[in-house]
């Protein structure tokens, strides 16, 4: 009875995993490199459950499509980004930027773009004030993106990787990845 218990319960918690929903998903260890990975698989929003990676238009960034956000902070402070997606709209142009906030159902619950200095002028939303990893996606539906800067995260100034409809900063939230961007240095939440 126990062992069936037991069983039960890992092939619940698996599914979950599996959904992209569970946070053990990615989780932020770091390899010989310095590289703290987080992957999960994209679901739909669900009501009272907000998955790690969440679609608002499955068919730009289908469910379960594929994200893996890789960070590290250099010695010097310096981050590096890099993303790979796989299993999106063939040949599409996306928009892919770091936000203040964990993802929720709602687009709008990911905030701003996170900006290393804060600013209302929209001449601040660009790559150099902001991580922009825009991609257009292969024959497969598969992308990948690198950003550096000479500037860390401030600790909870940067919760998510938010993928919108088009590359630059007009376009609509499609995606959301909840990602615990931490740091060590500089950069405060602001954006648009």
């Known amino acids: 009875m126990l062992a069936g218990t037991c069983v039960g319960a890992v092939v619940a918690a698996t599914v979950v995993l599996a959904s992209g929903t569970g946070v ?42 594929s994200i893996r956000v890789d960070r590290r902070t250099g010695a010097d402070g310096s981050t590096d ?10 040949g599409h142009a996306y928009g892919v930027h770091v936000h203040q906030k964990p993802c929720g159902n709602d687009p709008a619950a990911a905030g701003g773009h996170f900006q290393h200095e804060p600013s209302a002028d929209p001449a601040a939303a660009n790559p150099g004030n902001e991580v922009w990893l825009d991609l257009t996606t ?9 950003a550096h800067h000479a500037w860390g995260f ?39």
Request: proline share 10%; glycine share 18%; net charge positive.
């Open 24 to 65: 053990a998903a990615g989780g932020p260890s770091a390899d010989a490199h310095g590289w703290r990975p987080a992957t999960a698989r994209f679901a739909a929003p669900a009501a009272g459950v907000v998955p790690r990676a969440v679609t608002y238009d499955a068919d730009l960034v289908p469910v379960g499509s």
């Open 81 to 90: 980004v890099r993303l790979r997606v796989t299993g999106l709209r063939p």
């Open 138 to 146: 292969g024959r497969g539906g598969s992308g990948s993106a690198r």
């Open 154 to 192: 401030a600790p909870g100034a940067a919760s998510s990787v938010v993928i919108h409809d088009m590359p630059g900063t007009k376009g609509s939230r499609v995606a959301c990845f909840t990602v615990p961007f931490g740091g060590r240095s500089g950069g405060t939440p602001a954006g648009s």
